[in-house]
């Protein structure tokens, strides 16, 4: 009964790349995989919007969801962070360790007692990240 339901799957996947010559090309450009297409489409099904740049002109105007998406906002998620770039969020969370770290710092030296505390970690980061 399983072997049946995969082979539907699998036959409505072909189905589905054969509706979107794009995404064919795609994936023989070596830019994707049949893995992480399959998963997508598993996810978030045919009428999801991240497969409109894969479809053809005339199929994308007559293919409008009548119903919003339940997974709308996952969606939306996984294509944010595909769209993340590591060294520029490496830097902001830099960025935000120094601000944390000067803030800490001018809180200790506005602070009621004058006294130097030795603290573990003191003239550090309160964050440590490593570059790569």
Do not use: C
């Not at 189905?15 to 794009?22: A, D, E, T």
């Not at 297409?37 to 740049?53: A, H, K, M, Q, T």
């Not at 960025?95 to 770290?101: G, L, P």
């Amino acid at each position: 009964m399983a072997n049946q339901h995969g082979n539907h799957s699998i036959n409505d996947f072909k189905q589905f790349v054969k509706k979107h010559p794009k995404l064919i090309k795609e994936v023989r450009k070596e830019q994707r995989s049949w893995q992480d297409v399959y998963e997508n489409w598993v996810l978030f099904g045919e009428s999801d919007p991240i497969w409109d740049p894969y479809r053809e002109p005339e199929e994308a105007a007559e293919d409008v969801p009548e119903t919003p998406q339940k997974n709308d906002f996952v969606s939306k998620m996984v294509t944010a962070v595909k769209k993340m770039d590591v060294n520029q969020m490496n830097e902001q969370i830099n960025k935000m360790s120094q601000s944390i770290s000067s803030l800490q710092s001018l809180l200790h030296t506005f602070s009621g007692n004058g006294q130097k505390q030795s603290q573990p970690g003191s003239g550090q980061h309160p964050f440590s990240f490593r570059k790569d």
